[in-house]
């Protein structure tokens, strides 16, 4: 069970304060909140799996040496 749960955005820093206060959740309370957040079905992969198609030049002392592939590509 979360003992935080987040709260997006505050306009001041009175929201923030309140925000943050502690309040006491019951175990029904908790079962509430799952319940809510299971009826946002989960899309997509939460990372990147597969990066290999990312050509990034690697640099040297400013020169770009090669792409992260392996390929020599000196500038």
Do not use: C, H
Not at 17 to 32: H, I, P, R
């Amino acid at each position: 069970m979360p003992t935080i749960i987040p709260i997006p955005g505050a306009g001041s820093a009175e929201r923030v304060k309140e925000n943050m206060t502690l309040v006491d959740m019951s175990k029904d309370d908790m079962a509430e909140i799952d319940k809510i957040l299971a009826s946002f079905p989960q899309t997509g992969a939460r990372y990147v799996t597969d990066i290999s198609w990312v050509q990034l030049p690697i640099y040297t002392n400013g020169t770009q040496v090669r792409r992260s592939s392996g390929e020599a590509d000196v500038r």
